[in-house]
């Protein structure tokens, strides 16, 4: 069973830039997660999808995140502008939903913002 | 006051040492504890779960949970080197979907010396 698979693993951008990544994840998950983790902290939730729909994007700084899923499969986070404080690595998770509470995490997207 | 609470180590202990991670929490809310393993540059993958209070086994690995002292724990016996990595603590409140709106801690960097 193929994993999370995520694009690019590493971006490097000027502060003011955009960026936007990629997900696409393990084949028939209903719900899938963006987490921003920050060097030396957990992940923390961005937005969570379930199918098309947004379910949870509380902690998503919205004047400059933005993120779509794509006919409940493929997502993208984007960013725009940049600033500093958005280095950190963006993981996305997908899960069944089945009431096992586990994650599958790809292995990242690392952006250092300059 | 943060909802999950995980001392950051790093901890450093010989192979073959009983190793013990732990992590408390504040909202009584919380149903489902998780533990997850994070290699370098990689995505977490989850290592145990336990829904309410209690233990739970899985070949070195032993998870417990004590809701009415909000504290849940980790031990690792017969550690190996195999087992150096960053272990988070995870939760989550349930409800629709018991993977909603799981809160990681920050993250126990952990290393076993041969």
């Known amino acids: 069973e193929a994993g999370v698979a995520q694009s690019p693993r590493y971006k490097i951008i000027e502060k003011r830039q955009s960026v936007a990544f990629w997900c696409n994840p393990i084949?028939?998950?209903?719900?899938l997660y963006w987490y921003q983790q920050i060097l030396g902290q957990g992940p923390k939730l961005l937005i969570q999808?379930?199918?098309?729909?947004?379910?949870?994007d509380s902690q998503l700084p919205k004047d400059r995140f933005s993120a779509e899923r794509l006919k409940g499969v493929d997502s993208t986070l984007k960013i725009q502008p940049a600033k500093l404080e958005d280095s950190a690595v963006y993981l996305c998770?997908?899960?069944?939903?089945?009431?096992?509470?586990?994650?599958?995490f790809g292995e990242g997207s690392r952006l250092t913002v300059l | 006051q943060k909802e999950v609470e995980q001392d950051p180590g790093p901890l450093s202990v010989p192979e073959g040492a009983i190793v013990s991670l732990n992590c408390t929490y504040s909202?009584?809310?919380?149903?489902?504890f998780m533990w997850y393993r994070q290699y370098s540059r990689k995505g977490p993958e989850l290592l145990m779960y336990?829904?309410?209070?209690g233990n739970k086994e899985d070949g070195r690995f032993t998870a417990q949970v004590d809701k009415s002292s909000k504290y849940i724990s980790l031990f690792i016996r017969d550690s190996q080197p195999s087992d150096s990595a960053t272990y988070l603590c995870?939760?989550?409140?349930?409800?629709?979907?018991?993977?909603?709106?799981?809160?990681f801690g920050s993250g126990t960097r952990l290393s076993i010396r041969p």
């Open positions: 995870a939760m989550s409140r349930g409800g629709y979907s018991s993977a909603s709106k799981i809160i």
């Open positions: 999808f379930q199918n098309n729909g947004v379910v949870d």
């Open positions: 909202n009584s809310a919380f149903q489902y």
């Open positions: 336990t829904y309410s209070s």
């Open positions: 084949s028939g998950h209903a719900t």
């Open positions: 998770a997908s899960s069944t939903d089945r009431g096992s509470g586990e994650l599958f």
